[in-house]
C-alpha cells in the first residue's frame, strides 16, 4: 500500500461549475475525513465516513458539498457551483478508529482547488 | 462550541534551543490528543499520539504533555534544527457525538534560525 493518494492534485475551475475529487485511503483503514484548508489556517473539518456511512457533516457544509464512500472504499468530494471562497487545499485522510483504540491519521498531498 | 488553540504567532528560535508549543482546547474531552507536522503544500505528517491517562510522551528529540485538567498539551522539539522548520497542528480526538471525530487546531509556524 502506498499511502493516501489524491486525484487530481491541482484544479482550475470557472465560477459555477462542478468540480470532483477522489480519495483512495489506506486499505485496512476504517475511517476516512475531508478536510478544507486556508493559507495559515489548519485543517478544517469538512466531513468523515466509517466504513461506507458519513457520520457526520460540518455545519460549516452548504448543501453544494457532498461527499460519497460506495462500498467503504474510495472516497469522492463534489462541489457543485463552485464559488471563488471554495478556493482552497481539499486534504483527505484515513485512519483505523475502534473500541481498542485509534491510530494517527494518514494524509494525502491534497487538491488545490482555485475557482477563477 | 468545542474549540482548540495554538500559538497565533510564529514561533523563532536559534539551533540547539528547545522550542516549546503550546495547545489549548475548550468544551470539549478528548480521549487522544495527537501532534501533526505540515510542510508547505504537503499534507500534514503524524509525529506523536497521547492518551487521556498518560501525562508525557516521547519520541527521539520530541516530548508532548498532556494535562486534562488545565486542557493544554505542550509540545517541546529538544536540540532544534533548521530542518525542524515546519508548521505544527494539535489535533484531538475522543468517543462519542461531537467529539468522535479528528478536529485540528490553527497550527504554529516554527522557524529554527541556524
Known amino acids: 500500500d502506498t499511502g493516501v493518494s489524491q486525484d487530481p492534485r491541482h484544479k482550475i475551475t470557472k465560477r459555477g461549475q462542478n468540480v470532483t475529487f477522489r480519495c483512495d485511503p489506506i486499505?485496512?483503514?476504517?475511517?476516512l475525513y475531508w478536510y478544507r484548508q486556508t493559507l495559515g489556517q489548519g485543517p478544517e473539518f469538512l466531513t468523515y465516513?466509517?466504513?461506507?456511512?458519513?457520520?457526520?457533516k460540518s455545519r460549516l457544509l452548504s448543501d453544494r458539498f457532498s461527499a460519497e464512500r460506495p462500498k467503504g472504499s474510495f472516497s469522492t468530494l463534489e462541489i457543485q457551483r463552485t464559488e471563488q471562497g471554495d478556493s482552497a487545499m481539499y486534504l483527505c485522510?484515513?485512519?483505523?478508529?475502534?473500541?481498542?483504540?485509534?491510530?494517527?491519521?494518514?494524509f494525502g498531498q491534497g487538491t488545490r482547488l482555485t475557482v477563477v | 462550541s468545542q474549540k482548540i488553540e495554538q500559538n497565533s504567532e510564529a514561533l523563532n528560535i536559534q539551533e540547539g534551543k528547545t522550542a516549546t508549543l503550546t495547545c489549548n482546547y475548550t468544551?470539549?474531552?478528548?480521549?487522544?490528543l495527537q501532534w501533526y507536522r505540515q510542510d508547505p503544500g504537503r499534507g500534514p505528517v503524524f509525529l506523536l499520539l497521547?492518551?487521556?491517562?498518560?501525562k508525557e510522551k516521547r519520541k527521539e528529540r520530541l516530548k508532548v504533555t498532556f494535562d486534562t485538567t488545565l486542557k493544554q498539551s505542550l509540545f517541546h522539539i529538544t536540540a532544534s534544527q533548521p530542518a525542524d522548520s515546519a508548521t505544527y497542528l494539535c489535533?484531538?480526538?475522543?468517543?462519542?457525538?461531537?467529539?468522535?471525530?479528528?478536529?485540528f487546531g490553527t497550527g504554529t509556524l516554527l522557524a529554527v534560525q541556524p
Open positions: 485522510a484515513s485512519s483505523w478508529a475502534g473500541t481498542a483504540g485509534w491510530t494517527e491519521a494518514f
Open positions: 486499505s485496512e483503514h476504517n475511517r
Open positions: 465516513f466509517q466504513n461506507e456511512a458519513q457520520l457526520e
Open positions: 468544551n470539549y474531552s478528548p480521549a487522544y
Open positions: 497521547i492518551r487521556e491517562n498518560e
Open positions: 489535533a484531538l480526538a475522543g468517543y462519542g457525538g461531537a467529539t468522535n471525530k479528528l478536529i
